[in-house]
């Protein structure tokens, strides 16, 4: 069985400092929008690094699992056990990483009403919306991965209960697993675009803070 999800890419903080302004502009409530999207979107990189810390673990145990002879299932019986508790860690780290992304994404339709503010900047309020428009993808990308992942996690729970039967025939186990692999597959996929809008978010707010003139200092801060 072929595990191993691809850590996704989280979108770049910055800092930014106000030059002495009696009211704050549109795009200086953007950039705020924008930040406060960032450091919404911190704890995604903490849960995503547990549920590959997880699925590495419940890899190991696939691993003894299919080494134990047949006459084992004491020990077989076990180990799927603690496949099973970890699928259900990974849930709920998945719930949890799923709050974080969703706090954010509300936030962030905050940058969206804002952008008809910028009157007086044409090439500021068009970046703004090349913005958008990436991140929007993104989370499209995202919302994809999370209900893939938890098809994923209900198709682990079923080859583990399968595991666990001595009567579990060969061509039922091999089909499980050609399926958790093809669903992988498909994780995979749907986080290489979530990754590439990422890429392309970060391009276009750094575009979008020069089209607005805004001071911003790009300290790599991650969020």
Known sequence: MVKG????????????LFAGC???????????????????????????????????????????IIAAKESEMDKIEKLADKALENVEERKDKLDAENESIQSARDEFEEVESSISNIEENEEAGSAAENMVAAMNKRYNAYEDMHSL???????????????????????????????????????????????????????????????????????????
Do not use: W
């Open 5 to 16: 999800k691809n850590v996704l890419f989280i979108i770049a903080g910055c800092s930014f």
């Open 22 to 64: 009696s009211s704050q502009t549109a795009q200086e409530d953007i950039y705020d929008h924008l930040e406060e999207t960032v450091s919404l979107e911190e704890p995604f990189e903490k849960y995503q690094k547990q549920i590959n810390d997880l699925e590495n673990e419940e890899r190991e145990l696939y691993k003894e």
């Open 149 to 223: 992942y938890e098809e994923l996690l209900k198709m682990d729970e079923e080859l583990y209960a399968m595991l666990k039967k001595e009567d579990a025939g060969e061509e039922e186990l091999r089909a499980q697993i050609t399926s958790v692999n093809d669903k992988f597959t498909e994780i995979t996929e749907v986080n290489e675009t979530f990754n590439e809008k990422t890429e392309q978010f970060n391009e276009l707010k750094k575009e979008y803070y020069e089209a607005s003139d805004l001071n911003v200092n790009y300290n790599n801060k991650k969020g």
